[in-house]
C-alpha cells in the first residue's frame, strides 16, 4: 500500500500586506497531482489546516474541489481529509456525504460517534489494505470540560490524559484490533503539537489552550504503524520516532520558514509495521529572503540577487540597521529594489533600526516596527515577562482559554488560536 502525507496548505492564505498565495498554492496542487500518478499513491492522506481560515474564500474553496475532481484521474484510491485548528468543521463536513461516493473521507470534527474516525481502506486486490483512524484537530470541548479551582499542573495533566485517551480508545476498538489480526498496517493521523517537535515561538506553540495541549510520542499508541501530523510547519520526526512525523507546509508561509525544505512523504507499508519513508521535495515556485544588516550590506545583498531560476518574483524582507534618516534609508532602498524589481519585491517596505542604540522610554516597551509581526500570543507574553514564572504561566492559561472562548463565539473576528 502507497501513501502519501502531506498537511498544512492554508489555502486562501494571505501573506503579511494582503499578498495572494494563489499561484504558489495552485502550483503545489498540480505538481500533487503529478506525483500522486507518477509514484502510483493509493491513499493520499491530507492532516489538518487545509484551509487558512474558518470562512475560506471563493477561491481558496474552488482551488480544494478542483483539485478534488482531478485527483479522480490520477488511479488514487481513497482521499483522507481530517480538520485542523484553522478549519471549520461545519464548513469541511457539509460536503462529506457527497465526497464520500469519490472515496474522499472527511473527517472535519470529532464525530458524535468516535468509531467514525475508524476508517478501513481496500487494496488494490479487494482485500483490507490499511486501517486509517482519523483524527481531526481535537477542540477543548472534545477532551475536556472546565473543573473549577483546578490548578495550572492539573488542568496540563488532564488535557495530556484526554488526549492520549481519545487515541488509545481508537487503537482498542475491536474493529482495528481484528484488522490487526490480519496484518493490515493501521496509521493515524493528528493536527497538535506534540513533545520533541520543533515549534517556532507563538502560535505553533499554543494550539490547546496556554499551550498545555503538549502530547508525547509515548502518548500514541504502539497499535499505530505510522502518525501523520499536522499544525508545525517543518518536516520533522516527533521524539526521535520516524514512524511519527509532521510533513510540513508545502509552501512556505512566513519568512521564518524560508530556510525550511518543503516536502510530502511517501510511506510504503507491506503489511503490518513500520512502512518505507521517502520524502518527495516540493519544487519552490517563490522564494521568501531575507536582507538584513546594514545599509551598504542590504544594497549590496539586493544587487547580487539572482531570482531568474525561479517562476515567481521573490518576495524580501529587509531590515536596515542604520543612523540615516528613515526617509534616506527607504529612498537608497527603493532605488536598488527598482534596479531589481524583476527579481525581487519587498510587500511590507523596508524596516529601519537605528545602528546606535536609544534606551526605551518605557520599561517593557514594544517597538512599533515590531508590533505588527508579533501574535496576540506574543504580545502577552511579553507583557507578562516580568512576573514569577508560575504567576506568569498561569496568566498565559487564562488568557489562552479566553482567547479559545472568544475564537469559538466569533470565528470570523478571532480565528482559531494556533498555527
Known sequence: MRVLHTADWHL????????????????FLEWLLLTV??????????????????????T??????????????TGCRDIVVVGGNHDSPTMLNASRQLLRQLRIHVVGGVPTDPTEQVLHLNAANGRPGLVVCAVPFLRDRDIRLAVAGET????????????????AA??????????????????????????????????????HIGGL?????????????????GHLHRPQVVGGRAHIRYSGSPVPLSFTEANDKQQVLLLEFKGAGAPTITALPVPVTRRLQRFHGTLEEVEADILAFDNSAFQLVAWADVLVRSDETPAEVQRRIQAVLQLQKAHV???????HQRATEVPDLAENAIPLALLHELTVEEVFGRRVAGLPP???????????????????????????AGE
Open 345 to 351: 519585491v519587498a510587500p511590507r517596505g523596508v524596516r
Open 60 to 73: 481558496a474553496q474552488e482551488l480544494y474541489y478542483t483539485f478534488l475532481v482531478k485527483m479522480q484521474g
Open 152 to 167: 495550572l499542573d492539573d488542568r496540563q495533566i488532564r488535557i495530556r490524559q484526554s488526549i492520549a485517551g481519545h487515541y
Open 170 to 207: 481508537l487503537a482498542n476498538c475491536a474493529a482495528v484490533m481484528r484488522q490487526r489480526e490480519q496484518d493490515v498496517p493501521v496509521l493515524a493521523t493528528g493536527h497538535l503539537y506534540a513533545a520533541g517537535g520543533e515549534a517556532r515561538e507563538g502560535a505553533e506553540r499554543d494550539v
Open 390 to 416: 508560575e504567576r506568569a504561566a498561569t496568566l498565559k492559561a487564562t488568557f489562552g482559554e479566553l482567547r479559545q472562548l472568544l475564537a469559538e463565539a466569533d470565528p470570523q473576528a478571532w480565528g482559531e
Open 12 to 27: 486562501g492564505q494571505h501573506f503579511l500586506t494582503g499578498q495572494e498565495r494563489t499561484t504558489e498554492q495552485q502550483a
Open 37 to 58: 500518478k507518477a509514484q502510483g499513491i493509493e491513499v493520499l492522506v491530507i492532516a489538518g489546516d487545509i484551509f487558512d481560515t474558518q470562512t475560506p474564500s471563493y
Open 213 to 229: 495541549g503538549l502530547v508525547g510520542a509515548e502518548h500514541f499508541p504502539t497499535a499505530f504503524d505510522y502518525v501523520a501530523l
